[in-house]
């Protein structure tokens, strides 16, 4: 009984077969395979583009909505590298986002450790340059094809970068000072959404504080009140809140003759003392604002009006 066998023509560039076409046989199907790479991950994501099968990117990959207790896994991408990666900071200027390249904006400052080299091992595994040889096949020229593969290796190489400073204390703490922050303080909001809207603020600002971890401002639930010593306990930690975060402002003034140096130190000390002035009001306006309207704090002004 005679079968019908069914085979595509691949064609390489000339510096692989001399521009010879073979026949290849490939067990892919039109899935993505996580687990088995039957004849290398360059010639499975080929196989899949000659079927027609093109990957949908996740709509919600990168959005700052992604819960904080769920991890992103790792998915390839084809856009360009050059495109990714960047961020602003604090200064406006654009800087290398390490984060996005771990695929930890989401989570950014409150990453773990087991999470930054999780997505570390899985962003090296899935952009080391020996696996992407298959970007090459569609480009044309020489000179192309070189600027693909330096595109490729310096992605990598940024990974890597991205890795080896945030594992570090030291200098993933210098690195999240860069970080954009939102400085806005609530002023408004009803009774009832108090701890969804000053939950999240005294939970940005805490990220600066010496002392960790920080305590919680607690929850509104139906049966459960939090006690008011824990209350108590959590403003007094706010009122006295000590942070680390620093002002530098080196180049503000960054004059090389020798002769003006002292003054140079001099106003960039005013500027770096002036700016920890006005972080501080910053964060007792946030503290005070929260008292005032905190129902714990209006429950217990309550009873003790009504009980003189």
Avoid at 19 to 46: D, Q, R
Avoid at 105 to 111: E, G, N, Q, V
Avoid at 209 to 233: A, F, H, R, W, Y
Avoid at 280 to 296: C, E, F, G, K
Wanted: aromatic share 12%; proline share 5%.
């Amino acid at each position: 009984m005679a079968s019908n066998i069914s085979v595509r023509l691949i064609s390489y560039s000339v510096e692989i077969i001399n521009g010879e076409p073979i026949y290849i046989f490939s067990n892919c199907c039109p899935i993505k395979a996580n687990k088995y790479e039957p004849a290398g991950l360059g010639f499975h994501f080929s196989a899949l583009g000659l079927i027609g099968h093109v990957e949908k990117e996740d709509p919600k990959d990168g959005r700052e909505d992604v819960p904080i207790d769920k991890e992103q896994p790792f998915t390839y991408s084809s856009e360009s590298y050059s495109s990714k990666g960047k961020k602003k900071s604090s200064t406006g200027e654009k800087i290398q986002d390490y984060y996005a390249l771990l695929a930890l904006s989401h989570l950014r400052y409150l990453a773990s450790e087991n999470q930054r080299r999780k997505s570390y091992r899985d962003a090296a595994l899935g952009h080391h340059p020996d696996k992407l040889t298959f970007l090459l096949l569609a480009v044309e020229t020489k000179a192309a094809k070189q600027a693909k593969e330096e595109e490729i290796e310096s992605y990598f190489k940024a990974i890597q970068e991205a890795y080896e400073v945030l594992i570090d204390p030291v200098r993933r703490r210098i690195y999240d000072f860069t970080d954009e922050i939102d400085g806005d303080i609530p002023t408004e909001c009803a009774s009832k959404d108090f701890f969804k809207v000053f939950g999240p603020a005294f939970l940005r600002n805490g990220r600066w504080s010496v002392t960790q971890p920080l305590p919680s401002l607690g929850d509104e639930k139906p049966n459960e009140s939090t006690p008011i010593k824990e209350v108590d306990s959590f403003y007094n930690f706010w009122y006295c809140f000590k942070s680390w975060r620093d002002f530098p402002h080196a180049d503000e003034f960054d004059l090389e003759s020798r002769d003006h140096k002292r003054w140079m130190e001099r106003q960039n000390a005013k500027l770096s003392e002036k700016a920890m002035k006005e972080e501080s009001a910053r964060i007792r306006s946030l503290v005070d604002t929260a008292y005032r309207r905190d129902p714990r704090i209006l429950g217990r002004r309550e009873a003790e009006k009504e009980g003189s």
